[in-house]
């Protein structure tokens, strides 16, 4: 059963940058039928998908993060990592890292999920 | 971007009750949509995806309808634990980004 798991500091400073790792578990990552992405959700507010990647480093990146986020991948250690930066207290929220079937050759459904990791903005 | 349009925001029903669930994208996307599960303090749980398949181990009192920009998720008996926020996300991720809507939440009347 396929598993995965947010980690990272739960506190970042305002105009640092934010980095999270996702371990997955029970799977390669370095499977050809999947993409790896990350999800965010602000308290109390809906979802917001930052972006993308596939086991050869390839990503998608949300537009509106782009200029801000780096999604990396390891095959070796079979994770998947996070940078967000220059972060203000619009960026807290609960991250999490999701499976994405390839779909017409893209990311697409997310399933699994990781539990998801609250990071909170704040000096 | 793909814009997409949940309806309604809340919604009140009782335990056997027919619950419909509407999501509208801002343009056509065909087939390319999926339904999620919600409960306070978990993470997302896919139930459909290409806007009717059922996820393995779905309840099948959840079916999904539609095409082009008007789609539908149905739950044919309310049972306690669908008592949760609902949300659909588009599939198309070229050109990006993946869109979700804004989420239905469904409470006990």
């Known amino acids: 059963q396929l598993q995965l798991q947010e980690s990272g500091p739960g506190l970042v400073k305002p105009s640092e940058t934010l980095s999270l790792t996702c371990t997955v578990s029970g799977g390669s990552i370095s499977s050809s039928s999947y993409y790896w992405g990350w999800i965010r959700q602000p308290p109390g507010k809906g979802l917001e998908w930052i972006g993308s990647?596939?086991?050869?480093?390839?990503?998608y990146y949300n537009p509106s993060l782009k200029s801000r986020v780096t999604i990396s991948v390891d095959t070796s250690k079979n994770q998947f990592s996070l940078k967000l930066s220059s972060v203000t207290a619009a960026d807290t929220a609960v991250y999490y890292c999701a499976r994405q079937q390839r779909f017409r050759g893209g990311p697409s459904w997310f399933d699994p999920w990781g539990q998801g990791t609250l990071v909170t903005v704040s000096s | 971007d793909i814009q997409l349009t949940q309806s309604p925001s809340f919604l009140s029903a009782s335990v056997g009750d027919r619950v419909t669930i509407t999501c509208r994208a801002s343009?056509?996307?065909?087939?390319?949509l999926a339904w999620y599960q919600q409960k306070p303090g978990k993470a997302p749980k896919l139930l459909i995806y290409a806007a009717s398949t059922l996820q393995s181990g779905v309840p099948s009192r959840f079916s999904g309808s539609g095409s082009g920009t008007e789609f539908t998720l149905t739950i044919s008996s309310l049972q306690p634990e669908d008592f949760a926020t609902y949300y659909c996300?588009?599939?198309?991720?070229?050109?990006?980004?993946?869109?979700f809507g804004g989420g239905t939440k469904v409470e006990i009347k």
């Open positions: 996300q588009q599939l198309n991720s070229y050109p990006p980004p993946l869109t």
């Open positions: 990647i596939y086991y050869s480093g390839s990503t």
């Open positions: 343009q056509g996307i065909s087939s390319y």
